[in-house]
């Protein structure tokens, strides 16, 4: 509803905004909680890629040694 004139800072003082009102606490929250999880997954992503491989190669690398052996022979 488009007010004219001078009326528009008499409407304006009047204007409860109930339905353009944002609530920054909530936008805060789902902020803070996408960026955990993005962080979390980034966390894992790196276990996987780096920590993964020399851990199995410290565990299993005897394993693998005496398969490829038997294999050979």
Same mark, same amino acid.
């Given at each position: ?32 909680a996408y960026?955990? #999880? !993005?962080?979390?997954? $980034?966390?894992?992503?790196?276990? @996987?890629?780096?920590?993964?491989? #020399? !851990?199995k190669r410290? $565990?299993?690398?005897?394993?693998? @040694? ?8």
């Open positions: 509803m488009p007010v004219g004139g001078q009326d528009v800072e008499a409407y304006c003082l009047r204007c409860e905004c109930k339905y353009e009102e944002r609530s920054s606490g909530t936008i805060k929250g789902t902020i803070i960026l955990s #999880i !993005l962080g979390l997954l $980034l966390l894992y992503m790196v276990y @996987l890629t780096l920590l993964e491989p #020399i !851990l410290r $565990l299993f690398g005897h394993s693998q @040694l005496i398969q490829s052996d038997d294999d050979v022979g």
